[in-house]
């Protein structure tokens, strides 16, 4: 890992390697010291000659300043004696300022990362990052004094301090926060995390900072989110929280996407309304959608859960295009129920959320009825025994278990979810992706094609200029919505929904056609009667009132679709006061 290693104590080997061979040399020196004396004062009692000896460990014995033939080995005790004194000294200084030399260094550290908390997620994240090649600084969440010739693993810094939280600004700054590129709060605390992810989002910046903050309840994280988008302007510092549980679930379908089986949608159970288990059904679905975009087939799911007609209540009310995608079958009770009165359906994919992580693997290992399905279709939650994947993994050399010939997947949901580029994904930049993608659908229904229109193509494959109008547009939502009185609200419960208004989709049209010719000026383009984009030429950088009716109905479709692109995420528009 880059970076210097001023003011740390050398790694575990080297000092191992180093207190053997001093303490060996030292050993020796009592010896050779000893039958040298016996040799050169061999009048004196071994008490004395023991005495004479030990005083070679503070640079002098009184025998030896009337000179004279001195034995050898006498000879060479009185200079590796001292050595393995000034070693003791070296040593013990060492472990006096290394701490205060690893803060201070910390402290002038540039381009770094900051890790604060000291649990499973803390660790998996600031390895990863060291793994990427990061500078890492950590924080304990609560510290105290590190033991002494302890080192943290690596090269990264570990900061302490008696008492102190992570979260006070004293402790931030010693960590370098004013140079840091990326702080992320990961204790084991909300609002810990929340009040950390506070005081770094609002120190003076000389650098650029993202800031994330873990917040283990999904709906707290939603409302959290909704809150910090709902700005009308951003602090320098970009802001983000994130759930472990939902970005794993994210990243389950990025390399295993969702397949049509027997020529339709695979059948999927799903064990334990958990948050894990809620967010995969979700991602289950948008993989279905992006599957079938025409809604011609819906995905079958059975949730079983103790209150597993709730939860589906829950999530078709919190996600309305659920609805229009799958369907869901309840089943109120546990597996042994379920199986009892005759299994529903053999199942393609079957996902096992439990929390309690043996029974998840237990379930797993001895429901036969679960095994139908092909190569990784059976998928068990874990998380501090996910290492246990290894005894099952058969690309693994020292397996010793068998994987149900391939259908057994153990995934853990902390490697899964520490991924910096996954929580790098914010809100802005998913809400981003659903804009385009939304865009895409309008114009190819109106007729438009990518060759006419070189942005309608995947979001992979848009230029970055444009992935950075969209990331705009999705910044300015709250900004909007203040306009019209209104704000962003996780849909949480019953709540009353403000459904825009003609003369509000309007307004919101025209605001949002200022601020792209605004955004597009800044970078360099121009009005011109044809579109060119090498030459940063369009027809639509003009005022509102000179746009024709095609570029404004644009522009009405984008606002007209915002409603469903909140809803996507999780969020509604409501009305607070009245504009």
Same mark, same amino acid.
């Given at each position: 890992?880059?970076?210097?290693?001023?003011?740390?104590?050398?790694?575990?080997?080297?000092?191992?390697?180093? @207190?053997?061979?001093?303490?060996?040399?030292?050993?020796?020196?009592? =010896?050779?010291?000893?039958?040298?004396?016996?040799?050169?004062?061999?009048?004196?009692?071994?008490?004395?000659?023991?005495?004479?000896?030990?005083?070679?460990?503070?640079?002098?014995?009184?025998?030896?300043?009337?000179?004279?033939?001195?034995?050898?080995?006498?000879?060479?005790?009185?200079?590796?004696?001292?050595?393995?004194?000034?070693?003791?000294?070296?040593?013990?200084?060492?472990?006096?300022?290394?701490?205060?030399?690893?803060?201070?260094?910390? @402290?002038?550290?540039?381009?770094?990362?900051?890790?604060?908390?000291?649990?499973?997620?803390?660790?998996?994240?600031?390895?990863?990052?060291?793994?990427?090649?990061?500078?890492?600084?950590?924080?304990?969440?609560?510290?105290?004094?590190?033991?002494?010739?302890?080192?943290?693993?690596?090269?990264?810094?570990?900061?302490?301090?008696?008492?102190?939280?992570?979260?006070?600004?004293?402790?931030?700054?010693?960590?370098?926060?004013?140079?840091? #590129?990326?702080?992320?709060?990961?204790?084991?605390?909300?609002?810990?995390?929340?009040?950390?992810?506070?005081?770094?989002?609002?120190?003076? #910046?000389?650098?650029?900072?993202?800031?994330?903050?873990?917040?283990?309840?999904?709906?707290?994280?939603?409302?959290?989110?909704?809150?910090?988008?709902?700005?009308?302007?951003?602090?320098?510092?970009?802001?983000?929280?994130?759930?472990? $549980?939902?970005?794993?679930?994210?990243?389950?379908?990025?390399?295993?996407?969702?397949?049509?089986?027997?020529?339709?949608?695979?059948?999927?159970?799903?064990?334990?309304?958990?948050?894990?288990?809620?967010?995969?059904?979700?991602?289950?679905?948008?993989?279905?959608?992006?599957?079938?975009?025409?809604?011609?087939?819906?995905?079958?799911?059975?949730?079983?859960?103790?209150?597993?007609?709730?939860?589906?209540?829950?999530?078709?009310?919190?996600?309305?295009?659920?609805?229009? /995608?799958?369907?869901?079958?309840?089943?109120?009770?546990?597996?042994?129920?379920?199986?009892?009165?005759?299994?529903?359906?053999?199942?393609?994919?079957?996902?096992?959320?439990?929390? $309690?992580?043996?029974?998840?693997?237990?379930?797993?290992?001895?429901?036969?009825?679960?095994?139908?399905?092909?190569?990784?279709?059976?998928?068990?939650?874990?998380?501090?025994?996910?290492?246990?994947?290894?005894?099952? $993994?058969?690309?693994?050399?020292?397996?010793?278990?068998?994987?149900?010939?391939?259908?057994?997947?153990?995934?853990?949901?902390?490697?899964?979810?520490?991924?910096?580029?996954?929580?790098?994904?914010?809100?802005?930049?998913?809400?981003?992706?659903?804009?385009?993608?939304?865009?895409?659908?309008?114009?190819?229904?109106?007729?438009?094609?990518?060759?006419?229109?070189?942005?309608?193509?995947?979001?992979?494959?848009?230029?970055?200029?444009?992935?950075?109008?969209?990331?705009?547009?999705?910044?300015?939502?709250?900004?909007?919505? #203040?306009?019209?009185?209104?704000?962003?609200?996780?849909? =949480?419960?019953?709540?009353?929904?403000?459904?825009?208004?003609?003369?509000?989709?309007?307004?919101?049209?025209?605001?949002?056609?200022?601020?792209?010719?605004?955004? @597009? /000026?800044?970078?360099?383009?121009?009005?011109?009667?044809?579109?060119?984009?090498?030459?940063?030429?369009?027809?639509?950088?003009?005022?509102?009132?000179?746009?024709?009716?095609?570029?404004?109905?644009?522009?009405?479709?984008?606002?007209?679709?915002?409603?469903?692109?909140?809803?996507?995420?999780?969020?509604?528009?409501?009305?607070?006061?009245?504009?």
């Amino acid at each position: 890992m880059p970076g210097s290693s001023l003011g740390e104590p050398p790694r575990a080997p080297t000092m191992n390697l180093l @207190r053997l061979i001093f303490g060996t040399i030292g050993l020796l020196s009592v =010896v050779f010291g000893y039958l040298g004396f016996e040799e050169y004062l061999p009048e004196h009692s071994p008490l004395d000659l023991l005495y004479y000896d030990l005083q070679l460990f503070v640079l002098g014995s009184p025998p030896l300043d009337d000179g004279g033939p001195i034995p050898d080995l006498l000879n060479i005790a009185r200079f590796t004696a001292p050595a393995v004194t000034v070693y003791a000294l070296v040593e013990a200084g060492r472990l006096l300022f290394a701490t205060e030399l690893r803060r201070l260094r910390a @402290r002038n550290s540039r381009n770094h990362v900051i890790v604060c908390g000291d649990g499973l997620v803390a660790s998996t994240l600031a390895r990863r990052l060291r793994a990427a090649g990061e500078r890492v600084v950590t924080v304990p969440a609560e510290a105290v004094v590190a033991e002494p010739g302890v080192p943290h693993p690596g090269t990264a810094h570990t900061l302490t301090a008696r008492a102190a939280a992570a979260r006070d600004p004293d402790v931030l700054r010693t960590a370098g926060i004013r140079r840091a #590129r990326a702080l992320y709060a990961c204790t084991s605390d909300n609002a810990t995390n929340t009040a950390i992810a506070l005081a770094a989002a609002q120190r003076n #910046r000389r650098t650029p900072l993202a800031v994330y903050a873990q917040v283990s309840d999904p709906e707290l994280c939603l409302a959290l989110q909704a809150r910090h988008l709902g700005l009308a302007e951003h602090p320098g510092a970009r802001l983000d929280f994130f759930n472990i $549980d939902e970005l794993a679930a994210r990243n389950l379908f990025v390399r295993s996407a969702l397949r049509p089986v027997r020529g339709g949608p695979p059948r999927v159970v799903v064990l334990g309304a958990t948050v894990f288990g809620r967010a995969a059904l979700v991602e289950l679905a948008r993989q279905w959608r992006m599957r079938d975009p025409g809604g011609d087939s819906l995905l079958p799911i059975a949730l079983v859960d103790d209150e597993a007609t709730r939860a589906a209540a829950e999530l078709t009310h919190r996600y309305p295009f659920l609805s229009r /995608v799958c369907h869901i079958t309840p089943y109120d009770g546990g597996l042994a129920e379920l199986l009892d009165t005759g299994f529903p359906l053999p199942p393609d994919q079957v996902f096992i959320c439990y929390d $309690d992580e043996e029974q998840a693997l237990k379930t797993a290992l001895t429901t036969e009825q679960l095994w139908h399905g092909g190569p990784g279709s059976v998928v068990v939650r874990l998380d501090r025994l996910a290492s246990l994947r290894e005894a099952f $993994d058969v690309g693994h050399g020292d397996r010793v278990l068998d994987d149900l010939s391939g259908a057994l997947r153990l995934y853990g949901v902390v490697h899964a979810a520490c991924d910096p580029a996954l929580i790098g994904d914010d809100l802005v930049e998913r809400l981003a992706r659903v804009i385009h993608e939304s865009y895409v659908v309008a114009r190819h229904r109106h007729g438009e094609t990518s060759t006419a229109n070189p942005a309608l193509v995947p979001w992979d494959e848009l230029p970055e200029t444009l992935r950075q109008a969209n990331r705009a547009q999705a910044d300015d939502i709250g900004r909007k919505l #203040r306009e019209l009185g209104c704000a962003l609200s996780p849909r =949480v419960g019953p709540g009353a929904e403000h459904v825009l208004a003609d003369h509000e989709i309007e307004r919101l049209a025209v605001l949002e056609h200022q601020r792209w010719v605004t955004e @597009r /000026v800044a970078t360099g383009w121009r009005y011109a009667d044809s579109r060119d984009d090498a030459r940063r030429l369009h027809p639509a950088l003009s005022t509102w009132e000179s746009l024709d009716e095609d570029m404004r109905e644009r522009n009405h479709d984008a606002i007209r679709e915002l409603p469903a692109i909140l809803a996507d995420a999780g969020f509604r528009i409501v009305r607070v006061r009245h504009a």
